[in-house]
């Protein structure tokens, strides 16, 4: 599958700069008390987005942009698995810190959360789906690391894990990370429709990548009986 980002240094340091932003603010929305904190990651994430779109259109990194529009439509749909997991699976919480959430259980600034690492994943990788589902799991495991000390979202239920983070999680978000890719290099100057389907085929392969890795990590007794 040939590459479907540009090798270049074009725009970089604005690009960076954004991420330099989300962390600054990220930082100051996670220091305020609920319920400003809920509400200022919201405006964060979206800002964060919004920013992203807006430098690489200036910067003239049209495929820096595809990438960042199709992982938006991503992130929008990644609050299914979520969902599912949190309400259904019982494997995911998410504390209630402010702002407007969906069902009660998910924060809507998860709909925009997802952006952040899959764009670092893909774009460090080129777009190559193998390199992304690698570093996906390596930008992924330190999101889960961190995410219960920052109140953002914690693993419940009874799942193996490593540093508090669950097992299972990691394998389907490498998935996650190969699904995007693949999925971008076929949405790339297709129709929106298009590439709306292509995302909810990524969430929905995600979904069942968790699924099944809690499955076989978890609940399976990989015993023979006669």
């Known amino acids: 599958m040939p590459t479907t980002l540009r090798s270049s240094r074009q725009g970089l340091v604005p690009v960076l700069g954004v991420h330099a932003a989300l962390l600054v603010g990220g930082g100051v929305a996670l220091a305020l008390e609920a319920p400003a904190q809920g509400w200022g990651v919201l405006v964060v994430v979206v800002a964060y987005v919004a920013g992203l779109l807006a430098v690489c259109r200036a910067t003239g990194r049209d ?22 997991l ?20 998910i924060p809507v600034a998860m709909a925009a959360m997802w952006v952040a690492p899959l764009f670092a994943a893909v774009a460090l990788a080129g777009g190559r789906p193998g390199p992304a589902a690698a570093l996906s799991a390596l930008v992924f ?51 929106l429709s298009t ?32």
């Open 141 to 191: 495991f330190g999101a889960e690391l961190l995410a219960p000390a920052l109140g953002l979202w914690e693993p419940t239920g009874d799942t193996r894990r490593v540093l508090g983070v669950a097992v299972y999680v990691v394998p389907a978000e490498a998935a996650l990370g190969w699904a995007a890719a693949t999925a971008f290099a076929r949405a790339r100057g297709a129709s």
């Open 86 to 105: 949190a309400d259904f699976v019982g494997t995911l919480r998410f504390p209630n810190t402010g702002g407007p959430r969906v069902d009660d259980v």
């Open 195 to 226: 590439r709306a389907g292509l995302a909810l085929a990524v969430s929905t392969f995600y979904l069942g990548a968790l699924v099944l890795s809690h499955f076989l990590i978890d609940v399976a007794g990989w015993r023979l009986t006669a």
């Open 63 to 84: 495929d820096l942009l595809a990438l960042a529009g199709f992982l938006a439509l991503v992130s929008v749909f990644q609050v299914l698995p979520d969902w599912v």
